[in-house]
């Protein structure tokens, strides 16, 4: 049997559009729930929700809500990687972080991804 190819999900956007959030967040879950490795790499306002209890909402009538998504993209082995750089802007305190978040930026993003083959989709 293979391996099944990691999966790198890129997100920029935060809260002030949620339902991009939300399709974001179900495609790494069904990577993750699959067994793939599986990162969502966040930049610009998506950088906040990594921080514990920012990221609650339902972005829709029948969205599964969104702290609900972490949850199973957490217990499904995801996880996430925060720019430094926008982390820093945005004044943001590193102890605030989700368990399953790391700080890097794209050097950290390709050594994740390494030289295997891998599914990548930008948010």
Do not use: H
């Amino acid at each position: 049997m293979t391996a099944l190819a990691r999966a790198a999900v890129s997100l920029c956007t935060g809260l002030e559009d949620p339902e991009k959030v939300t399709v974001a967040l179900l495609v790494a879950v069904g990577a993750a729930e699959q067994g793939r490795p599986t990162l969502i790499f966040l930049t610009k306002e998506a950088v906040r929700l990594a921080v514990e209890g920012t990221a609650v909402g339902t972005a829709c009538d029948g969205c599964p809500p969104i702290a609900a998504l972490l949850q199973r993209f957490s217990d499904a082995g995801g996880r996430f990687l925060i720019c430094p750089i926008c982390f820093t802007a945005k004044a943001l305190t590193g102890s605030l972080t989700l368990p399953n978040a790391d700080l890097g930026g794209t050097v950290q993003l390709w050594e994740w991804i390494g030289t295997e083959p891998a599914v990548t989709f930008s948010y």
